[in-house]
Structures are given as structure tokens and as C-alpha cells.
């Protein structure tokens, strides 16, 4: 009779991959439901046009530009002078004592940021407080210049 003394071999463990998977699976599912997407704040949206209100649309605005060399315009006017006093007096001009008028500030990509500050250091001596800025949207998506 011959004894069999070769070790046996233990059963290797398994790797159940199943529970894995699903796991994997609940989690994109999650990452896919709470993403927000850039495409989605993208849309092109065309409004709707009507003619008959276009000409007194914004009759009220102080449109302020302001070029690349430093000059000023208001409403399309070129202002006299480059100084804050010569704009605060063409706003208080234009205004006309209605301290409600929002002021929109045109400036150029290039203007230097101390002639955007006298635009609105003008406009509060002649007390307008109501500024906002004009920008243009970029025809090239995201090239970062």
C-alpha cells in the first residue's frame, strides 16, 4: 500500500467581479445624471424681433466709449478732453439732473484700465450709479486669447 504524501492543493480564491461591475456601473450612472455640461450653456437662441419698439428701446442709456489711445465718447459724441472733470460735466449734461440713467461703459479690449476707472469715477461725482459694462461675444469658441 503506497501512502500519498504529495501536499494537496489548496483551492485558489475566486475574484467575484459581478458585484464589482455593478458598482462601477451606479456611480457612472450618478457622474452621468449630475454632470453639467458647457454644450448646454451654449445654446443659440434667436429672440424674437418686433419693429414697432426698436427706436425707443433704450432712449435713456449714457453710453460712455473708450478708446484704445484713451479717448471718450458719449452717446457717439467725442467727449472734449481726456480728463475725469471734462467727462463728469459731458454726463452731468446728458443726464440731465436724472440720476437714474444707467451709464454703459464701451470700452476697447486695449483701453488702459486707468481710463475705464475715470468713466466711472465721472460717474459717480455726477452721481449715476447705475454702470455696466459692454462686452461683445467671441465668434472663436474658447481659443483663450
Given at each position: 500500500m503506497a501512502m500519498n504524501f504529495r501536499p494537496r492543493r489548496a483551492e485558489e480564491p475566486e475574484i467575484n467581479l459581478i458585484p464589482f461591475i455593478d458598482v462601477l456601473l451606479v456611480v457612472l450612472i450618478?457622474?452621468?445624471?449630475?454632470?453639467?455640461?458647457?454644450?448646454y450653456?451654449?445654446?443659440?437662441?434667436?429672440?424674437?424681433?418686433?419693429?414697432?419698439n426698436r427706436l425707443d428701446?433704450?432712449?435713456?442709456?449714457?453710453?460712455?466709449?473708450?478708446s484704445s489711445e484713451g479717448r471718450y465718447s458719449l452717446n457717439g459724441q467725442p467727449v472734449d478732453g481726456s480728463g475725469v472733470d471734462a467727462l463728469?460735466?459731458?454726463?452731468?449734461?446728458?443726464?440731465?439732473?436724472?440720476?437714474?440713467?444707467?451709464?454703459?461703459?464701451?470700452?476697447?479690449?486695449?483701453?488702459?484700465?486707468?481710463?475705464?476707472?475715470?468713466?466711472?469715477?465721472?460717474?459717480?461725482?455726477?452721481?449715476?450709479?447705475?454702470l455696466t459694462f459692454a462686452t461683445q461675444s467671441s465668434s472663436r469658441g474658447g481659443s483663450g486669447r
Amino acid at each position: 500500500m503506497a501512502m500519498n504524501f504529495r501536499p494537496r492543493r489548496a483551492e485558489e480564491p475566486e475574484i467575484n467581479l459581478i458585484p464589482f461591475i455593478d458598482v462601477l456601473l451606479v456611480v457612472l450612472i450618478f457622474l452621468m445624471l449630475t454632470t453639467t455640461y458647457a454644450k448646454y450653456t451654449q445654446l443659440k437662441v434667436t429672440l424674437p424681433v418686433a419693429e414697432s419698439n426698436r427706436l425707443d428701446s433704450r432712449p435713456r442709456e449714457l453710453i460712455v466709449g473708450v478708446s484704445s489711445e484713451g479717448r471718450y465718447s458719449l452717446n457717439g459724441q467725442p467727449v472734449d478732453g481726456s480728463g475725469v472733470d471734462a467727462l463728469a460735466a459731458a454726463l452731468a449734461a446728458a443726464a440731465q439732473g436724472e440720476r437714474d440713467r444707467p451709464v454703459i461703459i464701451s470700452a476697447d479690449a486695449m483701453a488702459a484700465h486707468q481710463s475705464v476707472i475715470n468713466v466711472m469715477d465721472a460717474a459717480r461725482r455726477v452721481g449715476l450709479v447705475q454702470l455696466t459694462f459692454a462686452t461683445q461675444s467671441s465668434s472663436r469658441g474658447g481659443s483663450g486669447r
